[in-house]
């Protein structure tokens, strides 16, 4: 029994706890109110001042030749030469996202969008950004830009009737100037600035007759790449996939989807122009052949007019025709060979350029040698595998030395079968002549004239098959160029989300409800913990078990100071009646003890 009356009393102790705590804090409500406005009129400026930021996204998909592609060859090749589980020329998602997240090639965009430079409106409470809204435009090179020692602050003010005010800072250097018209420039020692307008945004209404107020900011390109590098992601969706998202944390939702379009642009024209360096080089070689044939022809056929006219020749007898019929077989391959012959010995002289050393081979040239146009285009995909590790690396890179090697080694095996192939070709040249000349004895009594006349027709039809094959290659060559498809294909365009990234708007004022509340109930508790006076009956029965007869008030006289506890003859106020009380009290507990003492 005594067991379930304490606990009782514990559940009853309990209970008025919990609601002495309740209107501890519930008297004090306007505390409360109070507290819960300041927090959210502070959230709501918080929210009106700070910059949001909002994520733009863009899904891309990237050409995997390790799943399957162009260059699955070039792996192929590179494992026969017992160099593919060393330099991994195979193409891959991986590798692909490090050269589009790469320093160089944000720098690229931020140079080509000029990010470099940012504009505010400062007319504005709070100063509003300008992304290609500035009714100044403020032009410094990237490479100037880069040579700043600290961010360039130019405060301009540009009137109604187009003149325009600046002061510049920069670093302990101060500029002031006053153009009375645009376009205008200013030499500094850092390099040349040029002011002009954007006449869209100059005709606006609003604006028009007032002065407007615009602070540009120039700071140096690699650390506004850094900048852009760190807020842009670049994941893939999977792992069995090559559907990748391009993200990028701005604080303009325009400028982030430019920045995002114009790094998949340079992207894919990077990776065009390393698929096309081999047809380029091609394309130069055949066009410098052409030229040089095309003048060999031309002397070629001036001097097989000039015979004929000279020896009154109009057509080939009959009988000259039947003596070299049996030569003919042999004046094709003599042709075949000669073209042969000539395009090894070019390619020869251009490997063994020094200036070339590090450049690809022409192929596809028409050469008849297929073991020799192999090794010219695994060395030309070598050599492109070294281009593209030098744009995230640098020459002592252990990758790019062990590629060295091997380009070293493969162009010698390209040398040494270049110089075989060609002594081959002159022993067949030897071969076929000394069969022609068997066949020439035949007609050994033909006139001297039409002897002479078949020579330099066989020299005009070599120049002339040459130079036909040449020109059916450079075609061929355009056709590939022109057939050269983007790395990267875009899946969804770079949109922006409608809402910021940061601040949350729901979340802030959530932080500031919470606040508003915590802070007086913080507040309270601290008075209460810190509180050393009795105040009140509960108090004392929280100190003591012993009974409490009665409370007595303490009074206030007219002038609200603390009033005498004193009881006056002949009065019934307050005070008398609590004494009363307290005596009824003792006396009543008085009675009870002789009770239980009787």
Not at 251 to 280: C, H, P
Not at 577 to 596: A, G, P, Y
């Amino acid at each position: 029994m005594r067991e379930n009356s304490e606990d009782m009393r514990d559940d009853k102790d309990e209970k008025i706890d919990i609601q002495e705590l309740f209107f501890r804090y519930a008297i004090h409500w306007p505390w409360f109110v109070a507290s819960i406005l300041i927090c959210l009129i502070g959230a709501k400026l918080y929210l009106h001042f700070v910059t949001p930021t909002y994520n733009v996204s863009a899904s891309i998909i990237i050409k995997d030749e390790k799943k399957g592609g162009a260059t699955g060859a070039t792996a192929a090749g590179l494992e026969n030469l017992g160099l593919g589980g060393m330099i991994g020329a195979s193409q891959n998602i991986d590798n692909e996202i490090e050269v589009l997240s790469s320093k160089t090639i944000i720098k690229e965009v931020v140079n080509s969008l000029e990010l470099y430079i940012t504009y505010t409106d400062e007319d504005e409470f709070p100063p509003k950004e300008l992304y290609n809204a500035s009714p100044v435009v403020v032009n410094l090179t990237p490479q100037e830009a880069d040579g700043l020692p600290a961010p360039a602050i130019i405060d301009m003010k540009l009137s109604p009737e187009g003149g325009l005010t600046i002061n510049m800072k920069i670093d302990e250097e101060e500029y002031n100037k006053h153009f009375d018209k645009l376009p205008a420039v200013l030499p500094t020692d850092f390099g040349t600035l040029g002011f002009s307008l954007r006449d869209s945004t100059r005709n606006n209404e609003k604006r028009k007759d007032e002065i407007q107020h615009i602070e540009a900011v120039i700071n140096q390109p690699f650390k506004v790449a850094k900048n852009y590098r760190t807020a842009l992601t670049i994941e893939p969706t999977s792992k069995t996939t090559s559907v990748a998202v391009v993200s990028l944390i701005n604080s303009n939702q325009k400028r982030g989807q430019d920045f995002i379009n114009k790094l998949l642009d340079m992207y894919n024209r990077n990776t065009n122009n390393d698929k096309n360096e081999v047809a380029e080089k091609t394309k130069e070689f055949i066009n410098a052949r052409i030229e040089i044939i095309d003048k060999e022809l031309g002397n070629t056929e001036e001097k097989l007019e000039t015979f004929k006219r000279n020896a009154g020749l109009t057509d080939i007898s009959s009988d000259a025709q039947l003596a070299v019929t049996g030569n003919a077989e042999y004046e094709k391959k003599q042709v075949e060979n000669g073209t042969q012959i000539n395009l090894v010995r070019d390619l020869a002289k251009y490997i063994n350029d020094a200036s070339n050393q590090h450049e690809v081979l022409p192929s596809n040239i028409g050469l008849a040698d297929v073991g020799l146009s192999t090794q010219i285009d695994r060395y030309n995909e070598v050599i492109i595998e070294r281009k593209r590790l030098l744009r995230t690396s640098t020459e002592s890179n252990p990758a790019i030395v062990n590629l060295d090697t091997s380009i070293r080694a493969m162009r010698a095996n390209v040398q040494t079968t270049i110089n075989a192939t060609l002594q081959g070709l002159l022993i067949t040249k030897s071969d076929l002549d000394r069969e022609a000349n068997r066949f020439s004895r035949r007609i050994s009594n033909a006139p001297g004239q039409e002897r002479q006349y078949v020579s330099i027709a066989r020299q005009q039809e070599i120049k002339a098959g040459l130079y036909l094959m040449l020109l059916q290659k450079r075609e061929e060559n355009a056709i590939t160029l022109a057939a050269t498809a983007n790395n990267a294909k875009i899946i969804d365009d770079a949109v922006a989300d409608e809402n910021p990234v940061s601040p949350k708007g729901k979340m802030i004022y959530l932080i500031a409800l919470v606040l508003g509340i915590g802070i007086p109930v913080g507040a309270i508790y601290l008075i209460g913990i810190t509180k050393f006076k009795i105040e009140g009956r509960a108090d004392v029965e929280k100190l003591t078990s012993l009974p409490i007869v009665g409370d007595i008030p303490l009074t206030e006289d007219k002038e609200g100071n603390n009033g005498s506890i004193a009881v006056f003859e002949n009065q019934n106020n307050l005070m008398s009646e609590t004494f009363r009380n307290i005596r009824t009290n003792i006396q009543f507990m008085l009675q009870n003890d002789k009770k239980e003492t009787g």
